[in-house]
């Protein structure tokens, strides 16, 4: 559960799934709870010799890293030493026990039994919910009474970082691009729609110029309100009868959105009334409101339609 409401926290951008937040929480808190009556098992496994078992101290330990960098990030630390962010830590370890759960589940199975459908297994679980929720509730409460910065967390459990202030703002890469170096007058955007193709120049692109105030959201767990200026998507593409449209950077990296996005998708090229840095997106970046940081593509060098919905992707980025 705290592993599903997780991929699934990590794919929403609006208010209305902050539940998936909450469920996240508690389910994380689950497995606190369940700790003392977990750890009697443990301790009569540790006694016995078998294979695996530092597999599953080792999973153990994961799972405990795991759950106290999340505690850690709610917290208000983003940053740890060695420059790795609390929720870097939260999502590799969480990632890395996969395979060993998957073991576990297979080497050590548990026979179902008649009883676990019971009322008494039923009020159990309910009474470890109840506890859960209640430790959720307690790290709501301390992170707003006590001096961290906890209490501003947006519902996806985002950080507030460099609002109005793009030097502040983090530059952040979903994987491994780097930052490339783009020289504005060589640089082109191809875009193929259902005029067919043509390759615009910076000026051509700064027409029809609008604002957008939006706010980046990034999974690596800080977000960010700024003012946005550049072209609707709308007034760039054509998109005939496609289903959706695929934004390439200079970097390779890519992702595809429906084409009822198109109003709502911003080419921008200034931000905070400057144009943006090297490091958000020179020349163009996308803007994509209400959805999470690793939509707006940076260094736009392509947008091109396509009849493929938009949901024939990888749900998150791949490079
Ligand atoms: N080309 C490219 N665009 C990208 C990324 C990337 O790795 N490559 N990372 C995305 C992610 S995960 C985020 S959060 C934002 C960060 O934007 P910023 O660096 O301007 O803060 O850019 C997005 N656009
Ligand atoms: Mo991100």
């Excluded at 001096?147 to 460099?162: A, L, N």
């Excluded at 955007?189 to 957008?212: C, I, T, W």
């Excluded at 997106?281 to 392509?302: M, N, Y």
Aim: charged share 20%.
């Amino acid at each position: 559960m705290a592993f599903a409401t997780g991929a699934a926290a990590y794919a929403m951008g609006t208010g209305w799934n902050r539940w998936i937040t909450i469920a996240h929480g508690v389910a994380g808190f689950g497995i606190v709870v369940l700790t003392p009556w977990k750890s009697v098992v443990v301790r009569r496994g540790l006694g016995r010799e078998r294979a695996g078992k530092a597999a599953s101290v080792f999973m153990g330990i994961l799972v405990g890293v795991s759950v106290a960098s999340g505690v850690v990030h709610a917290f208000g630390v983003r940053l740890l030493p060695l420059d790795v962010t609390a929720m870097q830590i939260h999502v590799g370890t969480a990632l890395a026990v996969l395979p060993f759960a998957v073991w576990h589940v297979v080497a050590r199975p548990a026979r179902p039994r008649r009883t676990d459908v019971s009322r008494r297994a039923v009020l159990r679980a309910a009474g470890v919910t109840a506890g859960a929720g209640g430790l959720w509730l307690a790290t709501e409460a301390a992170v707003r009474v006590l001096p961290v910065q906890g209490g501003d967390r947006r519902f996806t459990g985002s950080h507030e970082v460099g609002s109005f202030d793009p030097v502040r703002m983090p530059v952040t890469q979903w994987l491994d691009d780097e930052v490339p170096t783009i020289d504005e007058e060589a640089w082109r955007l191809v875009v193929a729609d259902a005029d067919g193709e043509r390759r615009l120049a910076a000026p051509d692109v700064a027409r029809e110029h609008r604002s957008v105030r939006a706010t980046l959201d990034c999974t690596g767990g800080w977000f960010a309100v700024q003012d946005w200026e550049g072209v609707s998507l709308d007034r760039l593409v054509a998109p005939g009868d496609a289903r959706s449209v695929v934004v390439t950077s200079a970097t390779g990296y890519g992702r595809r959105f429906p084409v009822r996005d198109l109003p709502r998708l911003l080419l921008a090229t200034t931000v905070g009334g400057r144009a943006l840095s090297p490091g958000h997106g020179f020349p163009a970046r996308l803007v994509a409101p209400g959805r999470r940081g690793f939509w707006w593509v940076k260094w736009v060098t392509e947008i091109r339609t396509s009849d493929r919905p938009w949901w024939l992707q990888s749900p998150f980025p791949l490079t």
